[in-house]
């Protein structure tokens, strides 16, 4: 039996009960600021991408056998990227003045 999706939004829904079963793993693992999206982008972007005629089971399997360390490492690197960093430019010095 072979399923066919419509759209992106329907095969991922599909694939919410590995996602979440994953995410069980991980908690027991104390790495429970990993969300079930990053698990998805994580592997949409690294595998998923890449590859030819991918199978509902192949996706599966990859959730439910990703690396912990991979993912956690995927995650804090995409928070590292968003740490918002301190906009020193004032326009003048610190004592209110324009700099000449």
């Keep these: 039996m072979d399923i066919e999706f419509n759209n992106i939004k329907e095969l991922y829904e599909r694939l919410i009960p590995a996602l979440n079963t994953k995410l069980i793993e991980l908690k027991r693992n104390d790495l429970d600021y990993i969300k079930k999206e990053d698990i998805w982008n994580y592997l949409k972007i690294t ?10 089971y192949q996706m599966v399997d990859d959730i ?15 928070i590292r990227k968003k740490i ?3 906009n ?11 700099e000449k």
């Design 47 to 56: 595998r998923w991408s890449k590859a030819n005629n991918l199978l509902l």
């Design 64 to 78: 439910l056998n990703l690396d912990n360390n991979e993912i956690d490492e995927y995650v804090k690197g995409e």
């Design 84 to 86: 918002i960093k301190p």
């Design 88 to 98: 020193l430019d004032f326009g003048d010095d610190v004592n209110g003045k324009e």
